[in-house]
């Protein structure tokens, strides 16, 4: 079966630090990976998709990037965090050929 | 692109009642309909999903029923338990893989 994980599950950075938020599959090969962030404990903002290793696509301009160096490693970084970045970031998969996500536990941030 | 919209954003209930969530979308070529539930302080979980070719799909206490005409498909929950308390989320998907997701509803079933 498969496994998604993210760590850490918290983070409190102070504002200008830089960030990198890591999530892995476990159980499938090739499968299209997303960022997602949570403000206000509601709706669901989709930052970066992956469809392949070296493949990202950005929905939403900011100071924030994302790398897949690897097949199942999906990376979000940042080099100075603002004080807007505070959040729940969700990484979610999903197979090549079908629309189902799946997401992973969260990373809750907190940028002081 | 696809727009989303649902309601309501706070539903109480009684426990042992009914809770009816209601989602409705602009794209005419979104195929694909899934819902998720959070829990407080973890990722949403997929709990049902259908798609267009199919007016209703039941699990247990919960059935999703789709109307393509109206375009609008609603999460129903029967004999709501304490533990159904949580945000559930509707979505859309059609051939982008990429689904738009609602606002969400928090429901809250007390004991």
């Known amino acids: 079966s498969q496994t998604i994980h993210q760590w850490p599950a918290t983070l409190v950075q102070p504002v200008g630090s830089p960030l990198s938020l890591e999530c892995t599959v476990e159980g499938t090969s090739n499968p299209n990976l997303y960022w997602y962030r949570q403000a206000a404990g509601r709706g669901l903002q989709l930052l970066f998709y992956s469809v392949g290793i070296g493949q990202i696509s950005s929905e939403v301009p900011q100071n924030l990037s994302a790398s897949r160096p690897q097949d199942r490693q999906f990376i979000l970084s940042s080099k100075k965090l603002l004080l807007s970045d505070s959040g729940f970031y969700l990484c979610?998969?999903?197979?090549?050929?079908?629309?189902?996500?799946?997401f992973g536990p969260g990373t809750r941030l907190l940028v002081l | 692109g696809e727009n989303v919209e649902q309601h309501p954003s706070t539903l109480s209930v009684q426990e042992g009642d009914s809770a009816v969530i209601k989602c409705t979308y602009s794209?005419?070529?979104?195929?694909?309909f899934p819902w998720y539930k959070q829990e407080l302080g973890k990722g949403p979980q997929l709990i049902i999903d259908?798609?267009?070719?199919?007016g209703e799909k039941k699990d247990q206490r919960i059935a999703v029923t789709l109307n393509k005409t109206a375009k609008h498909f609603s999460l129903h929950i029967t004999e709501t338990q304490p533990e159904d308390s949580a945000v559930y989320f509707c979505a859309a998907a059609g051939g982008s893989y990429i689904p738009t997701f609602g606002r969400g509803t928090s429901l809250i079933v007390h004991p």
């Open positions: 979610a998969w999903g197979r090549g050929d079908a629309e189902t996500q799946y």
């Open positions: 259908i798609r267009s070719n199919v």
């Open positions: 794209d005419s070529a979104s195929n694909y």
